[in-house]
Structure formats: C-alpha cells, structure tokens
C-alpha cells in the first residue's frame, strides 16, 4: 500500500519561499510519475506541476519560472520548490502519485494516490 505524507506548508509573506515535500513509502519513488495539485477555498482543485519517470517537467502557466518540482530516488521523496511567492498561491497543496504521466497530466482523476494536503498561505 502506497502512502503519501506531504509536508512544508505554513505561513509565508508575498516573495517568499518554501519547499514542500512528498515522502513516499510503501514502493520506490521511481516507480511513479508524481504531480501537484493545489485547491483554494470554494475552487476545484488545480493542476500545479508534474514530473514523470523520466524526469520530464510540466507547470501551469500560472506557476512557471516560480516553482520547480524535482524528485530524489535515493530519499524516495518529491518537492515542490516555490519562489516568489504570491497571495493567490494560497490553498492546500496535494502530491499525488501514478504509473506514468499521460498526456492529460493534469487532471487530477489521472493520479491513483494523495497524500493529506499542507496548507500554504501567502500574505500580502
């Protein structure tokens, strides 16, 4: 059974940063593509980042050039680094995990395992 803890979220002013993480336990890390996800109070959830087996890296446009996702195998971990913050970032972010990355990476329905969600709030 395939666990995911994320963790890293908290209270950060606009231009800051944080990095989340997503411990994976029960199979190797490299055995999945991992994506985030974020959703906001009264929003559907929303695609954030994706990476695949292979490394291959997906944004929203709405995150590009602010936030990389990466992967450490050896650590069986995923990040979520997120620079420069901004208010509209707010919302809790979500990791989950799938065999490989399809074309419609970023669908939510696409991803067979979350984790519990880190709150990220981004003042002004």
């Known amino acids: 059974q395939v666990q995911l803890i994320e963790s890293g979220g908290g209270l950060v002013q606009a231009g800051g940063s944080l990095r989340l993480s997503c411990a994976v336990s029960?199979?190797?890390?490299?055995?999945?593509?991992m994506g985030w996800f974020r959703q906001a109070p009264g929003k559907e959830r929303e695609f954030v980042a994706a990476?695949?087996?292979?490394?291959?890296?997906y944004y929203a446009d709405s995150v590009k050039g602010r936030f990389t996702i990466s992967r450490d195998n050896a650590k069986n971990t995923g990040y979520l680094q997120m620079n420069s913050l901004k208010p509209e970032d707010t919302a809790v972010y979500f990791c989950?995990?799938?065999?490989?990355?399809?074309?419609?990476?970023?669908?939510?329905?696409?991803?067979?395992?979350w984790g519990q969600g880190t709150q990220v709030t981004v003042s002004s």
């Open positions: 989950g995990t799938t065999g490989y990355l399809p074309s419609t990476y970023y669908k939510s329905h696409e991803y067979r395992t």
């Open positions: 029960g199979r190797p890390i490299s055995s999945y593509a």
């Open positions: 990476i695949g087996r292979s490394a291959v890296t």
